[in-house]
């Protein structure tokens, strides 16, 4: 559940040659502020509005510093740089002139980024496996991992729903509220279990 996934699909053909085919990354969703910032909040004393924050200081950080002509580097992380497009028109005494505009930023990946999502060989599946589930799906997948298990992390619901942390986050919220699981532990350690039975008089 933990690999990247992969299928293999042929690629449009426009020159006549032989078809060649190539793999193309099967997504299981994109994780965005709110994963970031909750994982972020789990993993150290940092609330989720201060993460956010931080991340939002550090974007205007590196967006003022790109178009002022700098370069960002982020160790571990990445490479940031400015993006160029080249343009030519005529002026008036029919020379060429050319010049530049902003066109994005250009992204080198660290190598320990790298080596983090290199670690292990993704894994080939056919492309029918991922499907995205309804809220009843996701939460009849969870009642029989609980049957099996004693408890489930948001890990474990995200993993067997290939959805996001932040739809299991949200999935869960609405779980312990309705009554179908209960919360234990703190933070980094917080997990779900079915809640106990009611004893028999």
Do not use: W
């Not at 996934?5 to 040659?17: D, E, H, I, Q, R």
């Not at 003022?64 to 030519?88: D, I, M, W």
């Not at 290939?162 to 919360?183: N, P, Q, W």
């Amino acid at each position: 559940m933990g690999r990247i996934k992969f299928g293999v699909y042929k690629a449009p053909n426009t020159s006549g040659k032989e078809q060649q085919s190539c793999a193309r990354l099967i997504s299981k969703g994109t994780m965005r502020m709110e994963d970031i910032c909750e994982y972020l909040s789990d993993s150290c004393s940092l609330t989720s509005a201060d993460v956010k924050g931080a991340i939002e200081a550090l974007t205007t950080y590196i967006g003022r510093n790109l178009s002022n002509g700098y370069c960002v580097e982020l160790e571990g992380l990445g490479h940031f740089s400015p993006a160029l497009k080249t343009l030519q028109k005529t002026d008036e005494k029919g020379k060429t002139v050319f010049f530049a505009r902003a066109d994005g930023v250009n992204f080198r990946c660290a190598k320990r980024l790298r080596e983090l999502v290199n670690k292990d060989r993704p894994l080939k599946i056919k492309r029918e496996n991922v499907t995205s589930n309804e809220l009843t799906d996701r939460k009849n997948k969870m009642l029989k991992f609980l049957q099996n298990n004693p408890y489930i992390n948001l890990t474990d619901y995200a993993g067997i729903n290939h959805c996001s942390r932040y739809r299991a986050t949200e999935d869960m919220k609405l779980f312990v509220k309705d009554g179908i699981v209960i919360k234990m532990g703190y933070r980094t350690h917080r997990v779900y279990s079915l809640p106990p039975k009611e004893e028999e008089e």
